[in-house]
């Protein structure tokens, strides 16, 4: 008798837990709006180097446009192939 009122107990509490987790993942969801316009910086690594670190600043926009065009580059460089008449 002990056993179940103890199991009743503790089922409810992670019962709660669970149901307050999934409250505070639903208010954490609400998507966010952020700024094209805000700067962020990064710091990367100078090739050649392994302390030396440059700043770079740019706005999220140009992030996001920067990104674009190192996956464009990434996918053109795999599906390109060599042809031994065109040259490499």
């Known amino acids: 008798m002990i056993r179940t009122s103890v199991a009743a107990i503790v089922a409810a509490s992670l019962l709660s837990l669970v149901g307050a987790s999934v409250a505070a993942a639903q208010e954490g969801a609400k998507p966010k709006t952020r700024d094209p316009n805000e700067m ?23 992030w996001a ?9 990434v996918e053109r460089s795999q599906t390109n192939t060599c042809q031994r008449q065109a040259g490499c």
Do not use: H, P, Y
Request: net charge positive.
């Open 65 to 73: 446009e920067q990104r674009a065009l190192d996956r464009a580059n």
């Open 40 to 62: 962020i910086c990064k710091k990367e690594e100078v090739l050649g180097s392994r302390l030396q670190t440059r700043k770079i600043c740019m706005t999220r926009a140009q």
